[in-house]
């Protein structure tokens, strides 16, 4: 079956810690994005790709990193830098024309 | 810059009333526009989209959604809610092949059905 897998569901990080959300896609769509989703509010862009090897940061990228060396593969690194890092990770992709499709998500609790 | 505004946050109906959420947009050239659905803890599943042509759009779930360009309205309907309707509903507008195909979401309108 095609579609997006995240990995883990659940991740608990101390604080101080980096941690590495994994996204990763059959669809052979070219562009993935990271949302996070807080309570009450919208899906917020942390970071998108169009192409391998190319990212752009999106609207709330401070403290996270993401490197896309394969097409299926889009990894998200929460860094320390990242003050409030508790929230739900939703990864997405599309391919030109079509609307994105998100896989289930992570839900990260810092600890 | 576009922004989308779901006016209600939490809406309650009745097991097999009618159901309306509200969705208003601001978006400079020719919208497009999505309706999706979360359940608690999962990822969002698509319901219906408009790219053009018919303004009233059939979706999954006997959802449907009509675009009025002149009231920048892209509000969602279903004649009859389940109580499996019981969710999230996110409206956003983004585009296709230009701006890297980004889409701004609403806040969201939490759906509760009693029964």
């Known amino acids: 079956d095609g579609g997006i897998t995240q990995s883990p569901k659940y991740l608990f990080r101390k604080e101080g810690q980096n941690v590495t959300l994994s996204c990763e896609q059959n669809?052979?769509?070219?562009?993935m994005y990271w949302y996070r989703q807080d309570p009450g509010q919208g899906l917020r862009l942390i970071y998108y790709?169009?192409?391998?090897?190319?990212?752009q940061k999106g609207d709330i990228a401070e403290g996270y990193s993401v490197s896309r060396e394969k097409k299926e593969s889009f990894p998200l690194t929460v860094t320390s830098a990242q003050k409030n890092p508790t929230a739900f990770y939703l990864c997405?992709?599309?391919?030109?024309?079509?609307?994105?499709?998100f896989g289930p998500g992570t839900r990260l609790t810092v600890l | 810059a576009q922004s989308v505004t779901q006016p209600d946050i939490h809406i309650t109906v009745s097991e097999g009333a009618s159901l309306e959420l509200r969705c208003n947009y601001s978006?400079?050239?020719?919208?497009?526009l999505f309706w999706y659905v979360q359940s608690p803890g999962q990822g969002l599943q698509l319901l219906l989209k408009?790219?053009?042509?018919?303004?009233l759009v059939q979706g999954i779930k006997g959802f449907e959604a009509e675009f009025k360009r002149s009231q920048s309205s892209f509000n969602l309907r279903k004649p009859s809610v389940h109580w499996s309707d019981a969710a999230e509903y996110f409206c956003?507008?983004?585009?296709?092949?230009?701006?890297?195909?980004?889409?701004?979401f609403g806040d969201g309108t939490t759906l509760t059905v009693k029964p």
């Open positions: 997405a992709s599309r391919w030109e024309g079509s609307e994105q499709f």
């Open positions: 408009y790219f053009s042509g018919d303004t």
């Open positions: 956003a507008v983004g585009t296709l092949g230009t701006n890297a195909g980004k889409s701004t």
């Open positions: 669809l052979n769509h070219d562009a």
């Open positions: 978006y400079g050239a020719t919208p497009y």
């Open positions: 790709s169009q192409i391998v090897n190319d990212f």
